[in-house]
């Protein structure tokens, strides 16, 4: 078992909060929502559980990852930077013509990138194709992706969530950013999502239920997932906008901006927890 | 004319082709009895996988497959394939150039009794709109066999067409595909026609018919739908007094397209378009009556020509 330091992993998580706040900046619209709920899911992934050479980003041996929600992909850049796979200055050219970082991810712009996600419902199609053809070459890789909660009323991940358990992809670990809320409002209100966590169990998958800004839970579903043996999906409850106060909670900041004021202080509540 | 299915030439070229390159994999959405890639399954079972009726994560999953290492073949007819995942083809597999194939089965008229909902009109077109992606239909069964080594080498995503019915053949075998390449049937010095799949025989018939008229014919294999080289193009149409295009597709958006983007502005002769013309199919009990309605036959593209000459 791999030490962790809880302290460190959550302060990498506001790390990455902090960064996907200054990327998008003041008076700027950017999906600050999803980006800032996830960041504690990607902290546990990317620098405690995935087996990964940041020098070495390409390496055969290396675990995956695929942000299937990925309109939150300022939140992955800014961990595939302090992971130092490229140099924290580029963050700050994203969207920018001739820029490595787009406003999804893109495997052939981004180093770290695996896969081309963001049309909500394929980077969990793709994750699972790349854990079939990692269990192919024999090879111990195991694939993690994010969803988010809103994504999954897309038919294409039942397809996909079908297939990774028909096909027995025990090397796939779903987590599932249940933050609750969509870009137009709670999804419970707009539309009828049903028991997310017997969804995935009537689709074959382990299902584990945790606090998604619980590091420790975080962590210990992540270890769990290693001894089960079919796709696992950690459902993580979460806080939309999280780490900054005006921003929980409010499906406005799905996609939202905030004027000078509102982001001094923001950013101001995020360098308190670095 | 001797006839042979393409489908099954396919079939069993995929499995050699597996034999070759043990990175080739199928994926099936149920119609593997049709799409022919049940030859696969049975050689090749754990490089096989039925994906079952769910053809957008199938085209995602092969993304997924791709990103291995693997060299996926994706099967569905020609609609569904082309139709019900094109957004899982243009993001998951086109925008990071994956090395995905797509094999559009049944593709045109030719799955007559089913009707319009599996009639494909429009796969050629769709397929085009992606950047990168490379448009091919095998005129028979030996051409197929060529067509699935170069789709194989071919380094990026492919779709390509077959016709459900048994083809007349018109090449020979173990002749190489180059994917671009517009193969010229017959030589003819009045008017020249681009056709691909099952209208290619077709065109070669009229040409016969045309020839007791004293009219020259020039007959095209356009085996390629993308990419083609505008400028290559435009040097069958130099010299011609009218240009014809024939396809068992819309006229919108497929080869009539393609040949009018390269040879406008430059060719001042009359350019006639042969395909559905903005309308569905429907069932009949053999094929042959489904091309007779739309009109696909020797008899008209001969007329066709004779009439753009007279224009001229």
């Not at chain 1, 909060?17 to 992934?45: E, Q």
């Not at chain 1, 793709?126 to 988010?148: H, I």
């Not at chain 2, 053809?55 to 994706?74: D, H, R, S, V």
């Amino acid at each position: 078992m791999k030490t962790v330091d809880i302290e460190q992993l959550n302060k990498k998580a506001a790390l990455i909060r902090y960064y996907v706040t200054k990327m998008i900046g003041a008076n700027k619209k950017g999906h600050f929502g999803g980006s800032l709920s996830v960041a504690d899911i990607l902290s546990a992934i990317y620098f405690y559980k995935m087996n990964y050479d940041p020098k070495n980003p390409k390496w055969d041996g290396r675990d995956r990852f695929f942000l299937s929600k990925g309109h939150a992909s300022y939140a992955q850049y800014a961990a595939l930077a302090i992971l130092g796979v490229f140099p924290e200055n580029e963050l700050y050219k994203a969207k920018q013509v001739g820029s490595m970082l787009q406003g999804h991810p893109d495997m052939n712009k981004t180093p770290g990138v695996e896969g081309n996600t963001g049309s909500l419902a394929q980077g969990i199609s793709l994750a699972a194709g790349c854990a079939q053809g990692l269990k192919l070459d024999g090879s111990n890789s195991k694939v993690f992706v994010v969803l988010g909660d809103g994504e999954i009323a897309e038919g294409q991940v039942w397809e996909a969530a079908t297939a990774a358990s028909c096909f027995e992809l025990d090397n796939l670990v779903g987590v599932l950013d249940n933050n609750g809320l969509e870009s137009t409002g709670v999804i419970a209100e707009r539309h009828c999502i049903g028991d997310i966590k017997a969804k995935w169990q009537a689709f074959g998958w382990h299902t584990i239920e945790v606090d998604g800004h619980d590091m420790q839970q975080l962590v210990n579903a992540l270890d769990a997932s290693d001894e089960i043996d079919k796709p696992v999906m950690i459902i993580a409850n979460t806080i939309k906008g999280k780490g900054i106060s005006l921003a929980e909670n409010v499906a406005a900041f799905h996609n939202g901006m905030m004027n000078s004021e509102d982001f001094d202080a923001a950013i101001e509540q995020l360098e308190s927890q670095l | 004319m001797k006839y042979e299915c393409i489908r099954s030439a396919y079939g069993k070229k995929l499995v050699e082709a597996g034999a070759v390159n043990k990175n080739i994999v199928a994926l099936e959405a149920d119609l593997g009895k049709s799409t022919m890639s049940c030859m696969f399954e049975k050689a090749y079972p754990n490089r096989f996988f039925e994906m079952n009726i769910a053809e957008q994560n199938m085209a995602a999953f092969a993304g997924g497959l791709a990103l291995t290492g693997k060299i996926p073949f994706i099967h569905s007819f020609a609609i569904f394939a082309s139709g019900r995942c094109f957004e899982q083809i243009r993001q998951s597999i086109g925008t990071a150039k994956l090395s995905v194939k797509i094999c559009g089965s049944s593709c045109g008229l030719s799955d007559f009794g089913d009707g319009a909902t599996h009639q494909t009109i429009e796969d050629i077109a769709i397929m085009r709109t992606i950047p990168g992606m490379v448009v091919l239909e095998a005129v028979d069964a030996n051409q197929v066999e060529g067509l699935v080594d170069a789709v194989v080498a071919h380094d990026g995503p492919v779709y390509f067409r077959m016709n459900r019915s048994d083809s007349p053949v018109l090449t020979q075998p173990g002749e190489k595909f180059e994917i671009g390449k517009i193969y010229t049937m017959r030589e003819g010095s009045d008017a020249v026609i681009f056709a691909c799949g099952n209208m290619v025989s077709i065109a070669l018939e009229a040409a016969d018919l045309l020839e007791k008229q004293g009219v020259s014919l020039k007959v095209l294999n356009v085996s390629t739908l993308k990419p083609l080289d505008h400028e290559y193009i435009k040097s069958f149409a130099d010299g011609m007094k009218a240009v014809l295009t024939a396809e068992e597709h819309s006229v919108i958006g497929g080869l009539n397209s393609a040949v009018c983007q390269a040879i406008a502005g430059s060719f001042v002769g009359p350019v006639v378009a042969i395909g559905m013309n903005d309308c569905f199919g429907f069932s009949t009990l053999d094929y042959q009556t489904i091309l007779n309605y739309f009109e696909f036959t020797p008899e008209r593209i001969a007329n066709d020509v004779v009439k753009s000459l007279g224009a001229k």
